[in-house]
Nanobody, 123 residues
Framework: QVQLVESGGGLVQAGDSLRLSCEASGNTFGSYSVAWFRQSPGKEREFVAGIKGGSTYYADSVKGRFSIFRDRTISAIYLQMNSLRPEDTAVYYC??????????????????WGQGTQVTVSS
């Protein structure tokens, strides 16, 4: 079992930056692929960014603004979010699993999820 805990969310203004963190306890991330998803009220959970092997993947809506990276020494992953927009407002979740390349952006490919952290961007 892997327990994931996100932190770093908050209320910011458009154009600001935030860094989200996700730490694993129990078993570490190990060889799992990791990702960030987000969900707004009334919408389905959507892929934001992921790491599988040595490759990173981003949703088109965040390319060039968000960066995902991991620190294997402390079993943590991060999401650096720059130039935030009101449409980035959502609950952000980290996840770990074993997707194949074609399912990196699919929620069903991930076994473990955090509880989420709220990000609110005001205009």
């Amino acid at each position: 079992q892997v327990q994931l805990v996100e932190s770093g969310g908050g209320l910011v203004q458009a154009g600001d930056s935030l860094r989200l963190s996700c730490e694993a306890s129990g078993n570490t991330f190990g060889s799992y692929s990791v990702a960030w998803f987000r969900q707004s009220p009334g919408k389905e959970r959507e892929f934001v960014a992921g790491i599988k092997g040595g490759s990173t993947y981003y949703a088109d809506s965040v390319k060039g603004r968000f960066s995902i990276f991991r620190d294997r020494t402390i079993s943590a992953i991060y999401l650096q979010m720059n130039s935030l927009r009101p449409e980035d407002t959502a609950v952000y979740y980290c996840a770990a699993g074993r997707p194949i390349t074609s399912t990196v952006a699919t929620t069903g490919a991930y076994y473990y999820w955090g509880q989420g952290t709220q990000v609110t961007v005001s205009s």
